[in-house]
DNA sequence: TTGAAAGCGGTACCAC
DNA sequence: GTGGTACCGCTTTCAA
């Protein structure tokens, strides 16, 4: 009613002005502030565009109003959602966790948000998954892998918003890529344990796609100097300590010693090294042991195992940064190889 | 315009109903199928509504379209968002993964997904992203822990939808509660290393609040059985094992050899296994060690370690049973707890 | 069993 | 700087 006075003016009646639901919208807002929804939604996302004066009034009563703006009316209205949907394997790995977190902390600075699913490791789920969280229209999409079935593929280039795949690398990504070459690590673990002088080798992995190429590229690398005979145990994904000691026996029974034995993850090395010792073996004396991934506690608790290192937060960091790129109508780098290490301790 | 020919009857040019933004609106489908728009929301929603000839006839346009719900249209007209929103502190953290695993899989056989916020250890955002995560209006949230800052409390009465906090025990939660007593535990394990006749005692904890409880019911029994001085070593939270072995240090500098410590979480109960076993002590022999959490590292790994084992799935499991039952306008039990067991390893 | 009309709570677009 | 109007895509309510 009143234009420019203070906010004191408010009819108490007004606060009735909440709907039946009880809850207070931007209308409500606007009407006790004395201005139009508009100018509420600017005070709320461009106050740059409003008087000072204006926003002090409309401030006020949002504070005392508790109004939380609806952002599924806000999405629907403007087709950008603020958020970014995450497809993982599975939560409680830690390989995706760190990654998954970098990605939330800094999609957050921006005023983003991260919806987790979970595609599930035995029963993959992830058509549907993918199905249900398009649902929601995210404005983009980060994605663990690049294989993805043919239904997948379709719905995803028809969803057109900006999407990053990581943990892998190929040159024909869906639309952006933050990974590393798995062949390389596969290659380079192997060539530096043939220049550490080792002769015997063994694989213990698990049955998963990455961790394949790691194998292929590892036992080809070997294969071309000469070492053809590689003991290999496959156990079952998801990992655990037990496998690995499982892993260990069963490379044992193989054939002799082995002296370098190459793990699909970290966990299965920590087994390995656990059956080794109760076996009385030295490590690396007798057996050099490379795990993957180097989750802290090969870090710090087993000074004897190697491991292949990723900057795995840098992985959710840059995939936020491309995401928030496209966002804001830039063009990032498609394709990202973020590298890795591999980190010998011990001495043969 | 035809009425019940079967699918063929449908124009091309129809096709080209979709509007600018490229995408198929669930009026699209109407008008191809020949059916009215409330029809197809029912097709999908409520089948059991439609006659079967309609619902084939629609599915199959919905088939040929790739048409994907907007789930922001419904949510917004029909004020059911259908998904719960979970804050925890840490997605990295373990013992909280596994209950928000089993909180996805749970709610997910129902129809519902889990937006996932960490709420961060040291810097605690836990009130503006509540405020964001309440701006997508969930229909349900499940909360990490009972102590919540007044304008978050406010906030999520204000909220009015059906709320699990989880971790704790209260007997004023702000809805419902799926928990156990920290006070418990911390009681159950002073009375087990009493009972099997340990004499002196340690305490290596991180500056947790739920840990506290513990460690203050740790301390008050053991007291009160004349056990009055408790060797103690607080390191700063996120825990990992190099503050166990740490801990573990400055107890042992505090005075005589304690013969059982107790640990705030198996991560820093590692860590003082290996400081005992690179200081030549045995254990349980010389030392006994009680850890908190299971996580399975403890299990497999270190038969000499103790722990307190919580059955964390079915924080998460239950948690989502309640949340669906306050879906369905049931009243569910508002407090549960789940309990715990102290399972002890190795010998005296 | 199906449909028409009226919102849900915001934002885009274009005047003023 | 500010506001009017239409509309985002779906569901609700009630009627047929």
Redesign the interface.
């Known amino acids: 009613m009143e234009s420019s006075k203070s906010g004191s003016a408010i009819p108490a009646e007004a606060e009735a002005i909440r709907k039946s ?3 207070v919208t931007l209308a409500d807002v606007a009407k006790l502030a004395g201005v139009s929804p508009i100018t509420v939604s600017r005070v709320l996302n461009r106050p740059e565009l409003v008087a000072p004066a204006t926003i002090a009034k409309v401030r006020q009563v949002i504070e005392r109003t ?1 109004y ?6 806000g ?2 209205a403007s ?1 950008r ?1 603020r ?1 970014v949907a995450a497809i993982v394997p ?3 790995n ?1 390989v995706f ?2 990654s ?2 970098a990605l ?1 902390d800094r999609l ?1 600075e921006s005023g983003y ?6 595609s599930g490791y035995p029963t993959s ?1 992830e058509d549907a998954l993918l ?7 995210p404005d983009g999409l980060f994605l663990t892998g690049i294989s993805h079935s043919d239904e997948s593929r ?2 995803l280039i ?3 918003i900006p999407i990053v795949e990581v943990w892998d690398l190929t040159p024909t990504p869906i639309d952006m890529l933050v990974g590393f070459s798995h062949v390389k690590v596969g290659e380079e673990v192997a060539e530096c344990l043939i220049a550490k002088g080792y002769k015997r080798f063994g694989l213990v992995t698990a049955d998963d796609a990455r961790a394949e190429e790691r194998n292929v590229a590892f036992r080809s690398t070997l294969d071309r100097h000469g070492f053809a005979e590689i003991a290999t145990a496959v156990v079952q994904a998801p990992s ?3 496998l690995g000691r499982e892993g260990l026996s069963r490379i044992l029974e193989l054939g002799p010693l082995p002296r370098a034995v190459f793990c699909s993850s970290d966990t299965l090395a ?2 390995v090294l ?1 059956e080794a010792q109760a076996r009385g073996l030295s490590v690396p004396g007798d057996l050099a042991i490379v795990g993957f991934g180097d989750l ?2 090969a870090a ?2 087993f000074p004897s195992l190697s491991t292949v290192w990723i900057d795995r937060p840098a992985v959710g960091r840059m995939a936020a940064d491309m995401l928030l790129a496209r966002f804001e109508g830039k063009e990032p780098e498609k394709i990202v190889d973020v590298g890795f290490q591999v980190v010998e301790r011990g001495t043969t």
Not at 68 to 73: E, F, H, K, R
Not at 131 to 137: E, G, K, Q
């Open positions: 639901t009880g809850i508790g939380v703006p609806n952002l599924l009316a999405g629907l087709s959602t958020f599975a939560i409680s830690q966790s760190e998954i977190q939330t957050w948000q991260v919806l987790l699913g979970t789920r199905a249900a969280i398009l649902s929601r229209r379709r719905r028809a969803a057109r655990n300590f037990r920590h087994g656990m802290n506690f710090y608790t």
